[in-house]
């Protein structure tokens, strides 16, 4: 069992933090020395279509809190394509690779020329292997539920999505027929399409244990594990053997495990009696949004993409171009992936006061954008810019306490 996913992984995020001194000058003052010394390198991906709107809106509001970051603005997607010949230059990846910390606005996939996808490109490159999707309910939002607060832990890098797939008809895939028929007791049939499933030791360790940790971190109390072990005893078997390998680590957090068909029900009928739910890779792509639809949508549904090498916050809606421009999307999704990216450095009273500034702009229902109104015409909707600006001034209405109160409410 490998035993290096614990609580160090967030203490390692800030050796990846790299300071630049002018080390030219003659003189450098003192002051401006302690003030590099507590800024924070991140890097800034405005993305493209409705990108650059809420990644500047999101920016504000994380500075409004105090936070001493230091932007490394950086580029990627269909409009540097047009400038360089690629959606996702070097110079992006490699400010990632600096700064360990990304808030990345959304960005749209070129059809048919380059990658697959920029974001399934980057999460590769930096093996960001755990997505983060917590599933909170604020009040003003419509939702059929209320008082959720969940927290969806998908495993990124291996499952059905490890991209092993053979095509029906190829000489390959016909010679694996073979082999399995030949090998199995139960046959596959001739002109088959197949996609392999693997579930590994050592990916199941590092993402159970990265949420335990991610649990014992933020004071919540339980695991549940999910799976479909009854049918899948060698894939989904071996991720139910380490799950619970793992959770014997953490005797503090109560671990539990359910069949991914029974867990569908039971978070549509009693999603209070979970908390942190850790999935493979199929099940935990499918699971998040159905978590998502239980708070009110993508539209205020935060993400982030974590690793040894980096960790990428985002919304999970993506660059809905026919917008780009007007100033009219809801900025939510990106400014709560902010309030992640905050609690991920150690700033939580920062990251109390965005949320509950969030919270309380949603809750009072006149400063949100068209999407959080009862009616999507409605005329009082305001804009992206000036939700913000009434999260910020939420934020400037209360002092903040000292770093470690997370009791903080506006
Ligand atoms: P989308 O999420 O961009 O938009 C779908 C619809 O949802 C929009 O037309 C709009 O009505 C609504 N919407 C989305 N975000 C909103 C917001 N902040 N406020 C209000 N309404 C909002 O999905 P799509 O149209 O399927 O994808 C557009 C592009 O984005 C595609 O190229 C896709 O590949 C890409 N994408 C990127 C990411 C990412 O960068 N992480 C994620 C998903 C999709």
């Known amino acids: 069992m490998c035993d290096h996913y614990s609580t160090d992984l967030w203490l390692d995020h800030f050796e990846y933090r790299r300071l630049t001194v002018p080390l030219g000058e003659d003189k450098i003052p003192l002051l401006y020395i302690l003030g590099v010394l507590r800024m924070t390198d991140v890097t800034l991906v405005t993305g493209d279509g409705i990108g650059p709107e809420i990644a500047e809106a999101t920016r504000r509001c994380i500075d409004a809190t105090g936070a001493e970051i230091n932007w490394a603005v950086a580029e990627a997607g269909v409009e540097v394509m047009e400038k360089v010949g690629t959606p996702l230059p070097e110079a992006t990846v490699e400010s990632i690779k600096r700064t360990g910390v990304a808030l990345k606005a959304p960005i749209t996939t070129p059809v048919g020329k380059g990658f697959r996808s920029i974001n399934v490109h980057l ?238 702009v949603i809750a009072e229902g006149k400063s949100v954008t068209y999407d959080m109104k009862p009616h999507r015409d409605d005329p009082t909707a305001v804009g992206t810019s000036q939700m913000a600006d009434a999260i910020i001034e939420k934020m400037r209405r209360y002092s903040i306490p000292d770093v470690g109160d997370s009791t903080l409410s506006v």
Not at 186 to 204: D, Y
Not at 228 to 254: F, H, T
Not at 287 to 300: H, I, K
């Open 123 to 360: 999460r590769q490159s930096l093996d960001l292997y755990a997505c983060l999707r917590p599933c909170k309910s604020y009040e003003g939002v419509r939702s059929r539920y209320t008082d959720i607060d969940l927290v969806v832990v998908r495993e990124n890098t291996e499952d059905c999505y490890a991209g092993v797939e053979f095509q029906s008809g190829k000489d390959d895939t016909d010679a694996l027929i073979n082999w399995i028929n030949k090998h199995n007791e139960r046959k596959v049939r001739a002109k088959s399409g197949i996609t392999i499933k693997p579930i590994s030791v050592l990916a199941t360790e590092r993402i159970v244990g990265f949420a335990f940790a991610y649990a014992r971190r933020m004071g919540r109390k339980k695991v549940t594990s999910v799976h479909k072990a009854n049918i899948m005893k060698y894939s989904d078997g071996l991720w139910l053997e380490v799950s619970r390998q793992v959770a014997k680590k953490y005797p503090d957090i109560e671990f539990e495990d359910r069949i991914v068909d029974n867990m569908c029900m039971q978070l549509i009928q009693k999603p209070e009696l979970y908390d942190v739910l850790v999935l493979p890779n199929l099940y935990g792509d499918i699971l998040s949004d159905l978590c998502a639809g239980l708070v009110g949508g993508l539209g205020v549904a935060p993400g982030a993409n974590i690793g040894e090498k980096g960790a990428i916050f985002e919304a999970t809606h993506g660059s809905a171009p026919k917008y780009k421009g007007q100033n009219k999307v809801n900025p939510t999704a990106l400014i709560l992936s902010g309030v992640l990216l905050l609690r991920h450095i150690g700033k939580m009273a920062e990251a109390d006061k965005l949320e509950n500034a969030v919270a309380a």
